[in-house]
Every structure is written in C-alpha cells, then in structure tokens.
C-alpha cells in the first residue's frame, strides 16, 4: 500500500515568505508527527497529532511555526516569514496509534531552503 | 528533559566484523527506546524497539537491550554486511507516545 507522501519534496523560498508544507499520512493511521532534521542532526520533534488535535505541540520553535490536520488525515504544516534558519528537511511520520507502541512510518521529507 | 546520547561516528568496519553503536538516555518515568536507520537515498524506518526494562528487541541480525540500572541501549550485530552501511538513529519517546527525541545519528561504512 501507498505509504506516507509529502509534498512538495524541495521548497525554495525567499526570507520572510510564507510555506506550506503537506504531508499525507498513511490510510487509517491516527497519530501523525513532524520532524524537522538539520543537516548531521537527529530529527527534531515538532508536533504530534491524535486524530484532529495537536496533542503535544511543545516542539513549534516559535509561533511562526503552526500546523494542522482538519479532517484526521492530511496535515499541513504552516511557516510564516521564514528565516535562513528554517532552512532544513521536514520530516513527516504516521502511526496506527501511541508511538510507544507502535512504529511510525516516516514520508521522504521536504527539502526547505530559505534564501 | 529528555535526552539521548550517541556514540559520534562515522564507524568504519570490515565486512563480517562485530558492531556495537552506543546509546545512553535521560528520561523520566518509563520510556519506550528505539532504534532507526536510514539507508542511502531512503526515508527512516524503525529497526528494533524495546518498551520496558530488560526487552530485548531484535531484527535483520540487529539487537539491542533496555537496561533501565545503566540507561542504556546499545545496538549490536555480530557480523556486518557491506548492505548494513547507513546512518543509525536512537531515540525514546515517554509513556504517552510523546516527547520523542532522536538521538544525533551514527554513520556506519561497512566495507567489503
């Protein structure tokens, strides 16, 4: 079956524009995290969705940094008036339920970079 | 906060030759350890997991144990493959599902 997509897979962008970037998770799957990953770094957790809410957003940098996921599904993640420090991979992962317990399964990322 | 340290690489071995990466946390409460890896070109996927005290988990010849007394969870495999070559992430997250953190990655080079 279709896996965890997220587009686009590269974003060029210019300081202090606005990106959206979109991941669709696995059918069925309810959790839903994203992950931002600097070059060398581990990823670095964001947000966690159960179903429609945020259930831990403790990870947003700051609040230029928003994301959502309406319908329990697709979530878009929200960044506004970018910096050359947002530049980085943005890592999407779904879960059948509590990562504790079960494996997330990550998308192939979205490359940013900010100009 | 919750933490995890890896061992810094890159690791470069032979073919066949013994692996261990080591992995050491910090966390409150009862975490749940992983381990990811992610191959050249590839997205990560889950390689092992342990969620309580003394589990062993355990895949592909990988194995690694949750050892609550030394917060440890180092991975091991004993006889590498060239095809094992990728980067190795730990990571925990709590006893909700949450809060989880990677750990930087180690970088293994397997060479024939």
């Known amino acids: 079956g279709a896996g965890v997509s997220q587009t686009p897979s590269n974003k060029v962008t210019e300081k202090g524009k606005y990106v959206e970037l979109r991941c669709d998770p696995i059918s069925g799957h309810t959790a839903l995290y994203w992950y931002r990953q600097s070059l060398g770094q581990g990823p670095e957790f964001l947000i966690y969705?159960?179903?429609?809410?945020?259930?831990?957003d403790s990870g947003l940098p700051n609040d230029r940094f928003f994301a959502v996921r309406p319908e329990g599904s697709v979530s878009t993640l929200k960044i506004q008036r970018t910096e050359r420090g947002d530049s980085a991979v943005y890592l999407c992962?779904?879960?059948?339920?509590?990562?504790?317990?079960?494996?997330?399964?990550f998308g192939p990322g979205t490359r940013l970079t900010v100009l | 906060g919750n933490s995890v340290t890896q061992m810094e690489g890159p690791v470069t071995l032979s073919e066949e030759a013994f692996l261990t990466i080591n992995c050491t946390y910090t966390?409150?409460?009862?975490?749940?350890l992983f381990w990811y890896v992610q191959y050249p070109g590839e997205g990560l996927q889950l390689l092992l997991k342990?969620?309580?005290?003394?589990d062993k988990g355990s895949n592909k010849g990988f194995e690694a144990t949750y050892r609550k007394e030394t917060t440890s969870f180092h991975l091991e495999k004993g006889s590498v493959q060239v095809s094992d070559s990728a980067v190795y992430f730990c990571?925990?997250?709590?006893?909700?599902?949450?809060?989880?953190?990677f750990g930087p990655g180690t970088r293994l080079s397997v060479l024939p």
């Open positions: 969705f159960q179903g429609t809410g945020a259930a831990d």
């Open positions: 342990a969620t309580k005290a003394d």
């Open positions: 992962a779904s879960s059948p339920g509590l990562a504790r317990y079960n494996e997330q399964f």
């Open positions: 966390a409150t409460g009862y975490p749940s």
């Open positions: 990571a925990l997250s709590d006893n909700y599902g949450q809060n989880f953190v």
